[in-house]
Nanobody, 126 residues
Framework: QVQLVESGGGLVQAGGSLRLSCAAAGRTFSNYAMGWFRQAPGKEREFVAR????????YYADSVTGRFTISRDNANNTVYLQMNSLKPEDTAVYYCAADRNNVNSDRRRLSEYDYWGQGTQVTVSS
């Protein structure tokens, strides 16, 4: 089991920045690939970013490429999502998730992730 807790959400104006954190407890954090997803009201949950377990490969949705950066600190069991140049359409609940399989591959489906956090709200005002 892996327990995930997100933090860092809030209200920000368009063009601003936020940094989300996801603290992991449980099994060896470095064995998992980590992802961020988001779900806006009335929409399906969608992939945002992913970072591999050890090789530090990163993958991004087209909508956030160049604005968001995913990183991880294996010593502190934490994954981050730095969000810059935020837009109102980035408003959503953001979730982190852990993937125990194919940890150095690009995987973006919800079903490919084994553990999920409870989410943190990000609201971007225009």
């Amino acid at each position: 089991q892996v327990q995930l807790v997100e933090s860092g959400g809030g209200l920000v104006q368009a063009g601003g920045s936020l940094r989300l954190s996801c603290a992991a407890a449980g099994r060896t954090f470095s064995n998992y690939a980590m992802g961020w997803f988001r779900q806006a009201p009335g929409k399906e949950r969608e992939f945002v970013a992913r970072i591999s377990s050890n090789l530090r490969r990163t993958y991004y949705a087209d909508s956030v490429t160049g604005r968001f950066t995913i990183s991880r600190d294996n010593a502190n069991n934490t994954v981050y999502l730095q969000m810059n140049s935020l837009k109102p359409e980035d408003t959503a609940v953001y979730y982190c998730a852990a993937d125990r399989n194919n940890v150095n591959s690009d995987r973006r489906r919800l079903s490919e992730y084994d553990y999920w956090g409870q989410g943190t709200q990000v609201t971007v005002s225009s």
